[in-house]
């Protein structure tokens, strides 16, 4: 989300949502970023099977850019307008334990193992906004990079959140990925298998998709991939009944 307006505009439904009783918890990666100061300091950004490739030096950039930086962009922007922002990590108050992704050669990246929501439902009980940032470290303190949407639908989960809510840089799941007429409005887990076994979600949509199946099935009642890019996006899929973007739910029912 690099339009600055656009992002200031995020801040300011999540402040919204959050003074109107709804408990938001925001997470968030950082890849156009990390990729930046890569290459500042030298160090080639590299990808496998899209994911990316991270080394000691790379792990030491990650954390940097997206405890550092990032997270606190955010909770300074949710602050100035006008909400009670935390930033937080994996790390903190053992929050999430990570392990391997499992694959070789790409260093130290890794998926959720656990989620700890004790500090997270304190905070969101006395009315803050936790932000947490996509790094955690295993049981022997070494850190890891993890995938944002992942952890989300972790800890959405763990919460048992009523709603998990992506935004990314497409309308959601489209039959004809070049063509934003063709958005498909709503699935259940068993129509959004079959979508990623036809290869109508394909590429960087498929682990979203599937970072939401795996959260409905824990639990959370409603998962929805939006278009990040439309203002006031957050505000039109809560508080309309025709929503935007794709809805992905456990069973089949209308919105």
Not at 16 to 34: K, N, Q
Not at 61 to 89: D, T
Request: charged share 20%; hydrophobic share 45%; aromatic share 4%.
């Amino acid at each position: 989300m690099k339009d600055s307006s656009l992002k200031d505009k995020v801040m300011q439904d999540i402040v919204l949502l959050s003074f109107v009783g709804i408990r938001v918890v925001v997470v968030h990666g950082g890849g156009p970023e990390i990729n930046s100061w890569l290459i500042k300091l030298g160090i080639e950004p590299q990808f496998k099977n899209g994911l990316r490739v991270t080394d000691a030096a790379t792990m030491d950039v990650v954390e940097m850019v997206l405890v550092g930086r990032v997270n606190k962009e955010i909770v300074s922007l949710i602050n100035q307008a006008g909400g009670e922002a935390v930033g937080l990590c994996g790390k903190d108050a053992n929050l999430i334990k990570a392990r391997p992704e499992g694959q070789a050669d790409i260093g130290f990246v890794g998926e959720v193992s656990s989620v700890n929501t004790k500090l997270l439902e304190s905070l969101v009980s006395s009315g803050y906004i936790p932000v947490v940032s996509s790094v955690a470290t295993d049981e022997d303190g070494q850190a890891y990079n993890m995938n944002a949407d992942t952890v989300a639908g972790e800890i959405a989960a763990a919460l048992g959140a009523e709603k998990l809510i992506l935004l990314t840089d497409t309308a959601g799941i489209l039959e004809d990925y070049h063509n934003p007429d063709t958005l498909i409005a709503q699935v259940n887990i068993q129509e959004a298998r079959q979508l990623i076994d036809q290869g109508i979600v394909s590429g960087g949509m498929i682990p979203k998709v599937n970072c939401c199946v795996r959260s409905l099935a824990q639990g959370v009642r409603a998962a929805h991939i939006l278009d990040g890019r439309v203002p006031h996006a957050l505000l039109q899929e809560v508080f309309t009944d025709s929503g935007i973007g794709t809805m992905i739910v456990a069973s089949e029912f209308m919105r």
